[in-house]
């Protein structure tokens, strides 16, 4: 909403207060001013002109010599605008004036011709080329005739004014109109308000002689006023009519219509004016539109109307869209005598629907949308009826042709003082409650203690008790809400056992080298159960944004390399990526997918990669089940971890495991098929995914510190010769059971394959260390429990190499 505070001035008095004090005061108050536009924007020496005499510039065809007198003189000017002629009283810019944008005009030579000054066009007043009105589009701005040679046209063109913006909430309809501002501001400075006075001559013809009316949709339109002026002169506008439309960002037209936008902006209240002639019936019929039904509007648009839309018609065919905009067959056009001013009341929801539904939004519209003041519309349609009186030679008809089923019983509202000094925080007299109110000019009656209201009709936005909790706090004051702190026993926050175990995983991956990726639960149906641990019906969406994004995915991983594939497209050839996330799996009984958190990572290219001391290391399997078993050692868990080799589907055959924890599958590691790597154009690269919630839901024991040994221990390696299927978990397995409680670690340290090593076998070689906390072993009791190691690896089918 754009304010004029000249016009406002007219309401309410804000003389002698700097308009930036009134935004302040204002946007304190609860509606924020947005920004302050000056439109004078720093000109200077910009009068009043008259063209005594034109005549074409002899050297060029489209620019003209003008004489023209600014009061102290007559000065040439060349003019290049294709309306100016002898005659005309213009906007002039004299040597030494300033325009928008700093532009500073001097003296000139046009074509071998003295140029002393410019005569202007409203665009270059910094005026918008969309208000200025169609006749002045393309060439200067034509002043009234009465206007003096000489005198300051910004003042004559409105532009000494200061106009404010209002970001409104949707609830404060009422101050999208002047009026509703003044009421606002008025209140703010405790100051009553000027409403404009209202009378005009009736002629003795009655409007009902020349009008019917029939509403056929009183839920969607409960009010209608029609008022018919005769004999009426289309023209142009006087000027301060213009001044104030454009300064409020409303594009003049001609008298008739003005009027209707003036009233707009000042009561908050469409109106539509019709030609009487071209309505041809003498009807009106309010009624909702049959299907398919068409009607071209004011802005040439054919538009197709389905059965719930609201139209005005003739009672033959649609000659506007109610609340929206009118029909081109019944416009208002140069040869119009008689009008038919329309004011009604539009259901907000019907008007919101029919807005959006042909896709046309108006300044009419918004204003309906959120309700328009139901004792404002009679009352705009007679400001209206006194304006065509006034300004366009009108003989208003007696009396207005009305149908009226509207409730226009202002809503009461009582609450207690205490209730409202509770919820502020507050202590504001009784007394201070009634002055407020009364300064909102918001009918108040203290009775028992208690504050009865009767919300006025204007206001559409106080309902309840906390609608006038929120007037009186802020007209008292926001800022002097005391600042307190609360009584009641407090909680100190902290996670979930959960979130505190998560966050361990996420600070050991990020700790490990690796960053953390956030990447769209919802993938294509092909990826959808891809490398996912475990599989169930898919959930796909009604409505999806794309094929790419239709499906909830059941696996982190496809997304983690599209990530890696996206990184390595642009040169960064080394990536480490970790996801915690839901992944989507079946149906639940309420009919969702059952969602469950999984936590995976992917690296490709090289894990170590120090230039300065010439050291490099490329990704590899042990690199990824490293990062797993640290995590796992994180959370304490890392005692009943274990692998298996495993293949699956997407995966190298020979390089990916089973995750299990106590023999039970918790995920998966391993290269990524070679054939998908390809196709992502990725090197060698490792992905894992595991049930982060299995995890985090398993219990451990309280982390426990033990003291540095004070006894040594003693270390013996061993190499065995296995049958190359064989894992080395395996027999790391047989160790640890056959060593008993004096075997403390059991280590692989070599991997051989080859010479010497028959065909099909292959040498592991572990270290294995001996001891006890409360002694020093004895080498026959470290020999004792290594022939038991040894025996029992004899019988897992392991040999010891020579």
Not at 310 to 332: D, F, Q
Not at 352 to 376: C, I, M, Q, W, Y
Not at 428 to 440: A, D, F, N, Q, T
Not at 453 to 458: E, K, Q, S, V
Request: proline share 4%; aromatic share 6%; hydrophobic share 40%.
């Amino acid at each position: 909403m754009l304010v004029s505070t000249k016009w406002l001035n007219e309401y309410v008095n804000i003389e002698g207060i700097a308009v930036e004090e009134l935004a302040e005061k204002i946007t304190r108050s609860g509606i924020e001013v947005d920004s302050i536009m000056d439109r004078s924007h720093g000109m200077t020496n910009v009068v009043v002109g008259y063209v005594k005499e034109c005549v074409k510039h002899p050297e060029a065809d489209k620019l003209k010599i003008c004489q023209v007198d600014v009061g102290e003189e007559t000065t040439q000017i060349i003019c290049g605008a294709p309306n100016v002629a002898e005659g005309q009283k213009v906007i002039v810019a004299r040597p030494g004036a300033v325009l928008p944008g700093g532009l500073k005009i001097k003296k000139a030579k046009l074509r071998g011709e003295e140029s002393n000054g410019m005569i202007c066009s409203l665009q270059e007043l910094a005026i918008e080329g969309k208000l200025v009105p169609k006749a002045y589009a393309e060439g200067i701005y034509v002043l009234p005739s009465d206007a003096v040679p000489g005198e300051d046209a910004l003042p004559l063109l409105g532009l000494d004014d200061q106009v404010l913006e209002f970001d409104l909430t949707p609830n404060r309809s009422d101050s999208l109109s002047m009026l509703g501002v003044a009421y606002e501001v008025g209140a703010i400075l405790s100051q009553g308000i000027q409403l404009p006075e209202v009378s005009y001559k009736e002629s003795a013809e009655k409007a009902s002689d020349y009008l019917k009316l029939r509403v056929d949709a009183a839920k969607e339109n409960p009010m209608y006023v029609a008022k018919v002026v005769k004999n009426v002169k289309i023209a142009e506008s006087p000027l301060w009519l213009q001044n104030r439309l454009m300064a409020t960002g409303v594009r003049p037209h001609n008298n008739v219509v003005d009027i209707t936008n003036l009233v707009l902006m000042e009561y908050g209240q469409p109106l539509h004016a019709f030609d009487y002639d071209r309505l041809g019936t003498g009807e009106i019929v309010v009624r909702l539109a049959e299907e398919d039904e068409k009607i071209t509007t004011l802005d040439d648009a054919e538009r197709t109307l389905n059965s719930h839309n609201l139209v005005i018609t003739n009672g033959k065919e649609p000659v506007a869209l109610a609340g929206v905009m009118g029909g081109a067959n019944s416009e208002v056009h140069d040869g119009t005598t008689t009008v038919v001013i329309e004011s009604a009341y539009f259901a907000p929801a019907s008007v919101r629907h029919t807005s959006k539904e042909v896709g046309l939004r108006s300044d009419a519209s918004a204003r309906f949308e959120k309700g328009v003041d139901p004792n404002r519309v009679a009352a705009a349609a007679e400001r209206a009826a006194q304006l065509m009186a006034e300004l366009a030679g009108g003989e208003v008809l007696a009396g207005s042709v009305v149908f009226d089923k509207l409730d226009k019983t202002a809503a009461q509202i009582t609450v207690s003082p205490d209730y409202i000094n509770n919820r502020l925080g507050m202590k504001i007299s009784l007394e201070e409650m009634l002055s407020i109110l009364e300064r909102l000019q918001i009918p108040t009656d203290a009775i028992n203690g208690q504050l009865v209201i009767d919300a006025p009709t204007r206001r559409q936005d106080l309902k309840i008790e906390e609608d006038i909790i929120e007037e009186i706090a802020r007209m008292y004051g926001y800022d002097e809400i005391p600042k307190t702190l609360p009584v009641s026993e407090s909680t100190p926050g902290g996670l979930t056992p959960y979130q505190a175990k998560r966050r361990i995983v996420r600070r050991f991956l990020e700790g490990a080298g690796l960053y953390q990726a956030l990447t769209y639960s919802l993938t294509s149906k092909e990826q959808a159960q891809a490398y996912a641990l475990e599989t169930a019906p898919v959930t796909e969406l009604l409505m999806p944004m794309s094929e790419e994004r239709s499906t909830l995915r059941q696996s982190l991983i496809p997304h983690l390399l599209e990530a890696a594939t996206y990184n390595v497209a642009r040169r960064n050839d080394s990536v480490a990526l970790y996801e915690t996330g839901s992944v989507f799996l079946g149906e639940e009984e309420d009919g969702l997918p059952q969602e469950v958190e999984h936590v995976a990572a992917v690296v490709t290219g090289k894990w170590v990669d120090h230039a300065w001391q010439g050291e490099t290391k490329p990704v590899d399997f042990f690199v990824m089940k490293g990062i797993v078993e640290g995590m796992m050692d994180s959370l304490g868990l890392v005692e009943g971890l274990s692998f298996e080799q495993v293949a699956l589907v997407g995966m190298h055959p020979g390089r990916t495991a089973n995750i299990l924890f106590n023999g039970e599958r918790i995920g998966m590691l391993g290269q990524v098929h070679p054939t998908e790597q390809k196709k992502r154009d990725l090197k060698e690269t490792y992905v894992m995914e595991m049930n982060l919630a299995q995890i985090l839901s398993i219990e451990t024991d309280d982390l426990v510190y033990v003291p540095v040994p004070r006894f040594p221990s003693i270390s013996r390696d061993i190499a065995l010769v296995v049958a190359s299927e064989t894992t080395a978990g395996t027999l790391e397995a047989v160790i640890r059971k056959a060593g008993g409680k004096l075997l403390k670690d059991v280590k692989l340290f070599d991997l051989y394959e080859g010479k010497n090593v028959e065909e099909g076998m292959k040498s592991l070689a572990f270290s294995l260390t001996y001891a006890d906390p409360e002694r020093t072993l004895t080498d026959e009791e470290v020999v004792k429990a290594h022939e038991k190691v040894l025996n029992a690896l004899t019988e897992a089918g392991a040999s010891l190499r020579g």
